[in-house]
Structures are given as structure tokens and as C-alpha cells.
């Protein structure tokens, strides 16, 4: 029988964000300070699952929240840089933001396929038949980012950033194929859908106990700190692949590409990583020019 606190520890919570577009909400004084880690590493291969829904629906929860908060802060210094490359820091943080996106692309999908199509892409689908990540608000800022259309983009000082951008695309492919290896989207499988407007970023948000308001950046990095320590407990119990009906739903490796191989290790790493250089490069830029 699972304890009252150890059940809680993998209950999603509500995530408060900016609007998009939005600067913060006035400070309580607060500083922006990053949790250390408590621990690095964990199984990849861990013991039965007690609940397998509630433990996969956390997953799925947490694990988009904490790419919506890295988005956030991905977007934050894209826009200190809309007049100006990057700088040196900056670089670092974007491509360790990225990184850390797609961690939790990993972690998010580690679900067992027939448990997100009976559970988590049928809650989906009954939010809006055509229900896709393409509605993101915070995404939405990123998407040349992504598509690598900023000229700065182009620059040998960027190489990380391109490397961390193409391990993104090939671990959202990887999952993608993963889950729903039939290759459709629910959005791609009603294509006369197609387009965002601001009541299907609302009810992406809803989905994903997201609310927008008014928020402080250490009310942000809080955020961020309690949902890592949440993720940091999860993997120290269960591991990246927990036995679910005897045994572990682990992603195929592909030969043709160590996108997995380089993430699965690594997610509290990279996770705790994004945060940490978002923190300096902020923080140093406010020395700067306090
Ligand atoms: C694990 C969590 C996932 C996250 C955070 C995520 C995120 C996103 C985002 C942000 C976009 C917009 C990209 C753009 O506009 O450039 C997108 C699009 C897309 N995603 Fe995902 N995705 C996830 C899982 C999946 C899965 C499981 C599939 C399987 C079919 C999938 C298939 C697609 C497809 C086909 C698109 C293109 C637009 C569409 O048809 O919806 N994604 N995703």
C-alpha cells in the first residue's frame, strides 16, 4: 500500500505562468535561486509500478509543464537578444533550455504505448479531437528558434545551439513514432482543424493545469525547482522505465542516431542544467545593468 505522502509526491499541481508575451508580475524581493540537485542519477530500469495511471498522467503533466517553463525561459532570452546576437552565456543557456526540453520529451513518453492510447491521447481527444503540442502558447515565440530562422543562427558560435535544436527534432520524432507508430497526430488526423486561436491555447493551458496571470521570476524558478525535486523523486523510486505488467516499455534505441542514448541518463542533468544557466545568464545581465 502506497503512504498519503509518498501518493502525493506524484500528483500534478497548478502551474502559474505569464500570458505569453507578458513580462513578469511584480517581485516580493525574492531572489531567482536554483535548488541544487539532490541526487544525479537513478535507475533506468525500476521496480513494478504500484499505479500506473496516476504515475503516467504526472508524468505527462509535469513533464510538458516543466518544458512550458523552460520555453518561458527560452523565449525570455530570445527577446533580451531581438536586437543583438546572443551572447556567450546566453548561447549556453538557450541550447542547455533545449536540451532540457528534450528531456522531458523522454520522460513525458515514457508511458506505455496501450496506456496512452486508452488514458492520456483519449483525455486529449476529449479536450478537442484535434488537440496538438502545435497550440502551445509559449511555443509559439520559440517556433523560429526552432525552424532556425534567426540569421544569428547561422554563426559557428552557435554549434551547440544547432546540435541541441537537432537532437529536439529527432527525440520528438522518436517519441512520436514511439507512441503512435500508425504516424498520425490527432491534429493531422482532423486536418480540417487546422490553425491556432486563443480559446484552443486556453484549452491547451486548461489541459495541462496551467493559469495565466500575474507571476514574479522567483515565483517561476520556484516552480521550477518543486516540479525537478518532484521528477528527481520519481525517477529515485520508480526509474526511467518502471515494470508496468511485467515488464519495461522502454524506447528502441535507433542505430542511426544516439538521441536516447544521450538523454535517458540524463534528465535530472540536463533539466536542473537549463534552469541553472537561465539563472546565471539573467542574473548576470542584472549585474550588468542592474
Ligand atoms: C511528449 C510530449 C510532446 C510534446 C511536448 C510535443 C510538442 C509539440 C509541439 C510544441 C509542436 C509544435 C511544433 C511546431 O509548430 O513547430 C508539436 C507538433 C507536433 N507533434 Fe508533438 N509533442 C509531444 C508528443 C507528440 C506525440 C506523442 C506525437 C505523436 C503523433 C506528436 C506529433 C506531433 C506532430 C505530428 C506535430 C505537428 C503538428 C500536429 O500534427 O499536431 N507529438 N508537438
Not at 556567450?88 to 533545449?98: L, S, T, W, Y
Request: aromatic share 8%; charged share 25%.
Amino acid at each position: 500500500m502506497i503512504a498519503p505522502d509518498e501518493h502525493a509526491a506524484f500528483l500534478p499541481r497548478t502551474l502559474r505562468l505569464p500570458p505569453t508575451g507578458h513580462g513578469y508580475g511584480a517581485d516580493d524581493g525574492a531572489p531567482s535561486l536554483v535548488h541544487p540537485l539532490s541526487q544525479e542519477k537513478y535507475e533506468l530500469y525500476g521496480p513494478a509500478c504500484a499505479d500506473a495511471f496516476a504515475l503516467f498522467w504526472y508524468r505527462w503533466v509535469t513533464g510538458h509543464q516543466i518544458s512550458f517553463l523552460l520555453w518561458r525561459l527560452l523565449g525570455d532570452a530570445l527577446e533580451r537578444s531581438a536586437h543583438r546576437a546572443p551572447t556567450r552565456g546566453e548561447r549556453e543557456a538557450m541550447a542547455a533550455c533545449v536540451d532540457g526540453y528534450s528531456t522531458m520529451l523522454l520522460y513525458s513518453a515514457t508511458v506505455p504505448r496501450e496506456l496512452y492510447h486508452t488514458d492520456i491521447r483519449e483525455r486529449m481527444s476529449l479536450q478537442h479531437p484535434a488537440f496538438s503540442g502545435a497550440w502551445a502558447p509559449d511555443y509559439r515565440p520559440l517556433r523560429p528558434l526552432f525552424r532556425a530562422r534567426f540569421p544569428w543562427q547561422a554563426d559557428p558560435s552557435c554549434g551547440p545551439l544547432r546540435e541541441a535544436l537537432e537532437l529536439n527534432h529527432l527525440t520528438h520524432a522518436r517519441i512520436a513514432d514511439h507512441l503512435v507508430p500508425d504516424g498520425e497526430s490527432l491534429l493531422q488526423k482532423h486536418s480540417g482543424r487546422a490553425g491556432v486561436s486563443q480559446e484552443k491555447e486556453e484549452l491547451f493551458d486548461g489541459f495541462f493545469m496551467t493559469v495565466r496571470g500575474p507571476v514574479s521570476r522567483s515565483s517561476l524558478c520556484d516552480q521550477l525547482n518543486s516540479r525537478i525535486a518532484g521528477v528527481t523523486a520519481d525517477l529515485d523510486r520508480n526509474g526511467l522505465y518502471p515494470e508496468v505488467d511485467g515488464k519495461h516499455h522502454t524506447l528502441a534505441p535507433d542505430p542511426s542516431d544516439n538521441a536516447l542514448e544521450r538523454l535517458a541518463p540524463n534528465v535530472l542533468l540536463l533539466a536542473h542544467r537549463a534552469a541553472q544557466l537561465s539563472a546565471d545568464a539573467e542574473n548576470s545581465l542584472e549585474e550588468a545593468h542592474p
